[in-house]
C-alpha cells in the first residue's frame, strides 16, 4: 500500500515498523463547538485510511486525542484559550463544555460510520505526562522561561520547518511585531503559559498556576501510548505549518531521532470556494444538513468523491447529487442482491483486483468508487455482485446494504431554505438559555414562513414544511 507522506512529498511504500500492528495518532477534534463538516472530512480521511490498512490484514492501535485545553484562539499561540472563552461566555465549567461538544461529537462520527480509534484520550487527563515532557525539555536546554510563559527555542532545533518547508528568514523578514518582546525567535511557541487570575483553567507546576500550551498534548500522548517512534500522524493540511512543525520539534528535540515515520494529512473543504467562517454564515454541522433533508452519509458519499490530497468545494448541488447518487447505489444493489443466485455468477475479479489497486495507491477512493459503479452497472444482476460490494464496502463506510429511503422524493422536497435554519439555530440557542419567550417567538416566526420545528432530545429538532406549497 502506498501513502503520501508529508515529510518526504512523496508517495511511499507502507510498512509497520512491528509485524501487522500500525500505530496511529491522529489529532482529535477542540471540544469548545459542533464540530462543522469540514472538520468531518477530515476524520472521514482518517476513517478511511483506518479502513483500508484493516483491509489490507492490519490491525490498528490508533489514538485520538481530545483537546479540552490549550488551544488558543490563535494557533499561532494568541488570544483565550478556547475552551475557557466557552466556559467563560456560557458560564459553564470547561469541563461541561468539553463533555457536551464531545459527546456531540462522537454522536456525528457514529452518524457518519467513522469507527472510533481504539483509544480516544483527554488532554486534561494528562496534564502531568505534558509537564514532565516540558520540565525534561527545558532541563535539555530546549525550553525557557518568559513572563507569560515557557517557550521552546527553534534555533535549538536545526531541522526545524522540515514538514512544511518553511523558510525560517523569509518568515523573518516578514513577521509583523511580536506580541511577547520576550520571546528570543518569532516562531518560539508556548510549551506552556502562566495562568492570568481570571483564567478558570489552571494547574500547579514549577512556574506557578499555569496551563499546557496545545502542541505538548499531541507529543505527550502520542508517546505515552505508541511510544517513542511510531506508524503514522494524521490531521488536516492546516496542521502542517504549526502545530505539526512544532509536535516534531518538541517529540524529537527530546528522543533525539525521528518519532513519526508517516505523516499524512487531509486537504480542507471549503465552502462556495471560500473558507467556512461564522461571520460568513456558511459554517454547517451534520445535524444541519440533517435538518435540511440530507442524511450523514450522503455528506460522506459527497466526500468519497474527492480525492484526500485534493481540495473539495461543499455545494448543496453537489451534496444533492451526492445523495441522489447513493440512492440510485442502494436501489441497484437491492436487485442485484433479490437475483438468482441459481445462475452461473459473473467473473468479478477484474473489478476486485481495480478496487484493491486504487485502495493501495494512496487511497484512490473516486476511482475504487468508480469500479464499484461499473462492476454493479454492468452484466447481469446477480447476487455475487451484491457481496462483493459490500465488501468493497469495509472501505467506503457508506452502508450499500441499506434500503434506499422510500420516502426519497419527499425528503428532496424538504430542503429548509438556510433563513429558517438560521431561525432554528437561534431558537436551539435561545432554548438553551432557557428564554423561553424568545424561542415561542422564533418558532411563531418560523411557522409563520410555513415550516414546524418538532423538538427532540438533547436540544436537537428536525424541521418539516407544514404543508405542500
Ligand atoms: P480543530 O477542532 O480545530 O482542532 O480541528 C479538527 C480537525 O479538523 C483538524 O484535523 C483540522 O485540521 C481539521 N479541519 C479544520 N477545518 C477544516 C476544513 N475546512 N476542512 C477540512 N479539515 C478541517
Ligand atoms: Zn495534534
Redesign the pocket.
Known sequence: MKLYNTLTRQKEEFQPLKGKTVSMYS?G??VYNY?HI??M??YIFMDILRRALKRNGYTLKGVMNI?DVG?LLSDGDEGEDKLNKAAREQKKSPAEIAAFYTEAFMADIEKLNIGKPELIAKATDHIGEMLEFVVKLCEKGYGYETADGIYFDISRFPGYGKLSGINLEEQRAGARVEVNPQKRNPADFALWKKAAPEHIMRWDSPWGPSYPGWHIECSAMSRKYLGPLFDIHT?????IPIHHENEIAQSEALEGKKTVNFWVH?E??MVDNGK?SKSLGNVYTISDLEGMGYSALDFRYFCLNAHYRKKLNFTFEGLTGAKTALCNLRTALQAHKAAPAAAPAPDLSGYQKDFAEAVGDDLNIPYALGVLWTMVKEGKKHPAVYAAASEMDTVFGLSLDRLPPAEEKKSRSAVIPAEILRLAEQRRQARLNKDYKASDSLRAEIEAAGYAVIDKPGNEYEIQPKAEK
Open positions: 489529532c477534534p477542540t464540530a469540514g472538520n472530512r477530515t483537546t488551544h490531521g488536516g493540511v492546516d496542521h487531509g480542507f473543504m467556512m
